[in-house]
C-alpha cells in the first residue's frame, strides 16, 4: 500500500494508508456521530487539503466493507467541487464539465486529461488570477477534443503553433530532438456576433459563419504562415493525419487568428506525438513535481499528495534541479561570455545536461541546443517563482535560488 508521499489516486484509486502513524492513534469514535451522509455534504465545501487531512485522522475513512473507502470518495467529492469552481472562473459550466467527462470516457484511457495549474488550484481549494486551463490529449484523440470545445464548451480556435520547444526527451537517428508534444492550440470564448474582433492586424465585426467557413482551410493557412511571437514556420505534417486540425462529425471549426492571442484564450489544448497513446507521457516530464496532478474526467491524479496539500513541492527529477542550481551559479559567476562556455562548466561539475549534444551535431545545432537549454533554465526558473508567489513552497531553497537568477530568454 502506498505512502501518503507518493501518488494518490481518487477515483477508482484509494487513499494512502495511515497505519503506523501518529493520525492512526487519534481517538476512533472521533467521527462515529456523524454520517457517512453529512460528511460528504462537508466535503462539498470543504478545501480538498483540509479532507484529505481529515480523513488521515481516523482508520473509519480507510474502512472498505462498502467498496470505495469513505475517504477516497469524501476526497474525490471535494475535489470535483472545487475543480468545478475554478473552470467556472474560465467560463466552463457544469453541463460542459459533464459533457467534458462524457466525451472521455468513450476515448482509450488517459486520451485526454487536464492538468497544470488548473488542477493545483483545484487541489489547494484557490482560484488564480490569469491562469488558463491546460487539455492535454493524444493526436488520434484531437478531433474529438475539438469538437468538445467548439460544439459543447463554445469556444472557437485563436491560435495553434509548435511553441512547446524539444527538451531531453528523445533522440531521433542521434541528430535531431523530439518533444512529447507536437504543438498546442488556442482557444477562447465566442464574443456575441456584431463585437469588433482582431483576426491578424485589422478589425472588423464578428461574424461566425465566416470564421467557420476559415476553419476549413485552417491547416492550409497554418503552413502558410509565419508563427505570431515564434516567427516559425509550421511543417507540412499539419496537412495529413494525425496532427490535421479538424473535428469530428462535421463540427465546424470556428477560427478567429488572434494577433494577441492572450486577448482572447482561455483553453490550450496540447496535443502529444503521435507515438504516445495516452496524454499523460506529456506531463510527466514536467519539472515542478505538483503540477503532474491531474483529472481524466472520472478520476484524479495527485502526485506526492502528502506535500501537495500542504502547498510544498519539488523539482525532479534530481538531475534537473542539479542541472539548474549548477546553471545558475555559472552564468551568475560573470566568468564566461557565452552559453556554450557556461553549459561546459555545468559538465565540468558532473552534472548531465537535460539533452546532451554530440560530435557530429552541426555548429548551427549546437548554438540552437545551447540557446534552447539556456532559456529552458529561464522559463524554468520564471515558473518557480511564479507558484512561489502564490505561496507555494520548494524543497532544497529552490525558491531563493530562483530570485537569484540573473538570465532573459535568447532568442532563437
Not at 471549426?253 to 506525438?273: M, N, R, S, T, W
Not at 504516445?276 to 481524466?296: G, L, P, R, V, Y
Request: charged share 25%; with cysteine; hydrophobic share 35%.
Amino acid at each position: 500500500m502506498e505512502s501518503p508521499r507518493k501518488r494518490m489516486r481518487c477515483g477508482n484509486g484509494d487513499l494512502p494508508s495511515v497505519e503506523g502513524s501518529a493520525e492512526a492513534d487519534a481517538p476512533q469514535n472521533l467521527f462515529a456521530g456523524v454520517c457517512d451522509e453529512a460528511m460528504a455534504i462537508i466535503a462539498q465545501y470543504a478545501p480538498p487539503p483540509d479532507v484529505y487531512h481529515l480523513c488521515l485522522a481516523s482508520k473509519r475513512f480507510f474502512d472498505r466493507k462498502s467498496g470505495d473507502a469513505l475517504g477516497s470518495r469524501l476526497l474525490r467529492t471535494s475535489l470535483t467541487s472545487s475543480l468545478r469552481r475554478v473552470l467556472r472562473k474560465s467560463g466552463l459550466t457544469a453541463d460542459q464539465i459533464e459533457l467534458f467527462s462524457e466525451m472521455a470516457s468513450s476515448l482509450p484511457p488517459d486520451s485526454v486529461v487536464i492538468s497544470g495549474s488548473v488542477i493545483v488550484q483545484a487541489a489547494l481549494g484557490e482560484t488564480w488570477e490569469g491562469s488558463d486551463v491546460d487539455i492535454y490529449c493524444t493526436a488520434v484523440a484531437a478531433p474529438a477534443v475539438r469538437s468538445w470545445l467548439i460544439r459543447d464548451a463554445n469556444k472557437m480556435i485563436v491560435n495553434a503553433g509548435k511553441t512547446y520547444d524539444p527538451l531531453a526527451v528523445e533522440k531521433s537517428d542521434d541528430l535531431y530532438f523530439r518533444d512529447s508534444i507536437h504543438h498546442v492550440e488556442g482557444y477562447g470564448n465566442v464574443p456575441e456576433e456584431g463585437t469588433t474582433v482582431r483576426p491578424g492586424m485589422r478589425e472588423e465585426h464578428f461574424n461566425y459563419e465566416k470564421l467557420c467557413e476559415t476553419g476549413k482551410s485552417i491547416n492550409e493557412r497554418l503552413t502558410n504562415r509565419r508563427h505570431i511571437g515564434t516567427l516559425r514556420t509550421f511543417g507540412d505534417d499539419f496537412q495529413t493525419a494525425p496532427y490535421r486540425i479538424e473535428t469530428t462529425q462535421n463540427v465546424p471549426l470556428p477560427f478567429c487568428l488572434a494577433q494577441e492571442c492572450g486577448e482572447y484564450k482561455v483553453i490550450d489544448l496540447i496535443v502529444c506525438i503521435a507515438e504516445h497513446t495516452s496524454a499523460k507521457a506529456a506531463i510527466e516530464d514536467f519539472d515542478i513535481t505538483m503540477c503532474k496532478c491531474a483529472w481524466n474526467g472520472s478520476s484524479f491524479s495527485i502526485v506526492d499528495p502528502h506535500n501537495t496539500f500542504k502547498r510544498r513541492s519539488t523539482i525532479s527529477p534530481t538531475k534537473r534541479k542539479d542541472f539548474l542550481a549548477s546553471y545558475k551559479h555559472h552564468y551568475n559567476s560573470g566568468a564566461f561570455t557565452q552559453i556554450g562556455q557556461t553549459l561546459n562548466a555545468v559538465k565540468r561539475d558532473g552534472i548531465e545536461l537535460p539533452a546532451p549534444l554530440l560530435p557530429k551535431h552541426p555548429a548551427k545545432e549546437r548554438r540552437a541546443r545551447n540557446n534552447e537549454l539556456h532559456n529552458y533554465a529561464v522559463a524554468t526558473f520564471q515558473r518557480i517563482e511564479k507558484y512561489g508567489m502564490r505561496g507555494i513552497a520548494f524543497g532544497d531553497n529552490f525558491t531563493e535560488v530562483t530570485g537569484r537568477f540573473r538570465g532573459r530568454h535568447i532568442l532563437t
